[in-house]
């Protein structure tokens, strides 16, 4: 019932790492028994979680996967703390911010949570450099030390010396990294990725994975919510939903994708 | 802190430059609004600066006594070549009010048209016959020579003192002291005196203080007695004395005197209207009444231009939270709570009313020199105005910005994220 997920980070991420006890890695995110439901019409409630339990582990790299209607969607607005549970914990850095207000919420989303959209969403009137300092602007932090910090993102990212273009003269593969860079600017706990690479060509897609596997190095956890199996194998676990509940999870670094448990309630 | 919300004003402006005809528009509603707020005004301010200047001249703790021609009934004008008009005040009601306030300057005056003459400069005139007082409770100054002395009334010297313009009229070229004027046909009279210049409105007998030669009173009865011949209607009239200006201590004691001078008056004077009292603080807090009102009434049309700007404002917010709806999905993800949003819209909102006010003022102030240009209608810009109408500008943005910002505030992050 419990997702384990290894991976400590290793020296070469790409390659297979061999499951390790991981008991003593901090649990970053964890649902507890999570349902969502929307209450459409007098005896209308559609049950999009449904009792839905899983952890994500400090230096995971975990796909969510799951056909459409299957909760995903729902899912990823409550890790992302864009959404409450109907009931249920959910636990970021292990506190419960399922009962949490609108302020609180945001300032959860502000520091734990790292962002990375399908479209990439930058503010297009924005340059790169500014577009990266919008996280620490609300959280009063902007001055000389995020420029630092945005030039050295940036470079890690592979953007380079773009910090005052804007979006619009940037590749679409340059955007999402520049949205890459944006999510790690406060640090955060995890990565949340959501479709990350559905608006781009697959040479692109294969960077940005790249990418993601290289940013394992320094021991960032990744969750990337997708309906692309190609992108799901890149992970080290994929967590299947399916009617609102965990299907499965698959340790794709076995070499025979068996079923594992599914996580039911 | 300061940092962040010169930031703030600063990306501000850059999204308002996504769509710069649009702002421009928006701006000049402002613009013109807080314009016409400060034309409006400053017309409004000159208009009765003028009015206010000459009340404020006659003196705010003076009550004004003035002789005045009674209606002429029929059976008077009957026999009017034969008979001599008598009206007006008396030497000795002056000696009654000074006895009443002992405190007060009591001045008297007579007035009468003669023509002047130096050498070929000629001027016809108003002659005024008064006292020393006269200078102090006018407020005027001398600008050379002296003023009238009481040894001069005492020897009913024949002295003058002329006003500015009447001295400049007769001497042109050389300085008057110490020279002679003719006064009518036989009296002469040694300039001793030349006033400072004063621009005054004329005083109620048509003629300005820089027109009229001052002489003794007791020497203006001596020489020219106290029955004039009125020009116009060719007959001769018996008065003493023109005015009794009173000048009390305070404005306190103004209401109250004048309304103690009626009641005494009032017995001598029953049978013809042939007087008449003016507080000249009284007309101020009239006139300064219909200015505020006035003042009011401007204000509250130019008001409505801006409140029409205000609604500019606001629907051009409605439009950009809509539009960037997508926008605000985003920041609120990356951490921004409802409060940073209601800044960042209000900001917008209030650095696009700024800027027309800021170039309201401008265009305000210089409407006012236009006007006095090429209409020549006295106009005064108050600095408090200028406050005024860009503390309403900045207000109404910042008034009519509360509510798209509210609504870009309060939706729902997923909903704003998916937005297209």
């Known amino acids: ?265 | 802190m300061i940092a962040d919300t010169l930031r703030m004003v600063r990306l501000g402006l850059k999204s308002l430059l996504l769509h710069k005809l649009r702002s421009t528009l928006t701006t000049a509603g402002i613009l013109f609004g807080v314009a016409s707020v400060i034309a409006m005004l400053a017309v409004g301010e000159g208009a009765s600066a003028e009015t206010l200047k000459q009340y404020r001249d006659m003196g705010v703790t003076n009550v004004l006594l003035r002789s005045k021609k009674p209606e002429e009934t029929q059976q008077s004008s009957s026999n009017s070549m034969m008979s001599i008009l008598g009206y007006g005040l008396f030497y000795q009601e002056a000696d009654r009010i000074q006895n009443l306030l002992p405190y007060a300057t009591v001045v008297r005056t007579r007035e009468f048209q003669r023509g002047l003459v130096h050498g070929e400069n000629w001027a016809s005139t108003m002659i005024v016959g008064t006292e020393v007082p006269f200078l102090t409770v006018t407020n005027m100054q001398v600008h050379e020579g002296r003023w009238l002395t009481e040894l001069d009334l005492q020897r009913m010297s024949n002295v003058c003192v002329l006003g500015s313009s009447l001295a400049r009229a007769l001497f042109p070229l050389e300085s008057p002291i110490g020279q002679t004027v003719l006064v009518g046909i036989e009296d002469r009279f040694e300039i001793v005196g030349i006033l400072e210049y004063q621009g005054r409105a004329a005083s109620p007998n048509g003629t300005t203080l820089d027109e009229c030669a001052f002489i003794p009173l007791s020497s203006s009865r001596r020489r020219f007695g106290d029955t004039i011949r009125n020009p116009s209607t060719n007959r001769y009239e018996n008065i003493e004395l023109h005015e009794i200006k009173v000048k009390l201590g305070s404005m306190e004691e103004v209401e109250g005197t004048a309304g103690v001078l009626e009641h005494m008056m009032r017995p001598a004077h029953a049978s013809k209207k042939d007087y008449e009292i003016t507080v000249p603080l009284e007309l101020l807090r009239k006139a300064e009444a219909t200015q505020r009102m006035f003042n009011l009434v401007l204000a509250v049309i130019a008001s409505i231009s801006l409140l029409v700007g205000g609604i500019g404002i606001m629907n051009v917010m409605l439009a950009t939270v809509t539009e960037r709806t997508r926008e605000i999905g985003i920041r609120r993800a990356l951490g921004a709570k409802k409060k940073h949003i209601v800044q960042q819209f209000l900001v917008e909102a209030g650095v696009l009313s700024a800027l027309g006010g800021v170039a309201g003022v401008g265009l305000g102030v210089l409407v006012p020199f236009g006007i006095e240009k090429w209409f020549n209608q006295p106009t005064s810009i108050q600095p408090q105005h200028v406050l005024l109408a860009f503390g309403i500008s900045a207000l109404v943005g910042v008034v009519f910005g509360i509510y798209p910002a509210w609504r870009a505030a309060n939706m729902d992050p997923v909903e704003a994220l998916r937005h297209e």
């Open chain 1, 1 to 265: 019932m419990v997702v384990k997920a290894p991976a400590a980070p290793s020296a070469a991420a790409t390659e297979t790492v061999a499951p390790v006890s991981t008991d003593a890695l901090p649990i970053i995110a964890e649902f507890v028994d999570v349902h969502r439901h929307y209450v459409m019409g007098k005896d209308n409630v559609v049950r999009a979680l449904n009792g839905v339990s899983m952890q994500v582990k400090k230096g995971d790299y975990l796909a969510i996967m799951g056909r459409s209607g299957s909760g995903k969607s729902t899912m990823l607005n409550i890790l992302g703390a864009l959404d409450r549970p109907t009931s249920g914990e959910y636990r970021v850095g292990g506190r419960d911010v399922s009962k949490l207000d609108d302020d609180d919420l945001s300032d959860v989303r502000g520091r734990e949570i790292g962002f990375i959209f399908q479209s990439f969403n930058l503010i297009p009137q924005l340059t790169v450099l500014e577009n990266l300092e919008v996280p620490l602007f609300y959280q009063g932090r902007v001055g000389p030390e995020s420029r630092k910090k945005a030039e050295y993102l940036a470079d890690r990212v592979g953007l380079g010396r773009r910090l005052e273009h804007k979006p619009m003269e940037l590749s679409g593969g340059q955007q999402q990294r520049v949205a890459i860079a944006r999510a790690l600017m406060n640090d955060p706990l995890f990565l949340l990725a959501d479709e990350a690479t559905g608006n781009l060509d697959s040479n692109t897609e294969k960077e940005i994975l790249d990418l993601f596997d290289d940013l394992r190095k320094d021991a960032v956890t990744i969750v990337i919510v997708t309906h692309n199996p190609k992108v799901a194998e890149r992970a080290d676990n994929t967590l299947w939903l399916r009617d609102g509940k965990v299907d499965r999870l698959v340790d794709n670094r076995l070499a025979s994708s068996a079923a594992g448990d599914g996580g039911h309630p």
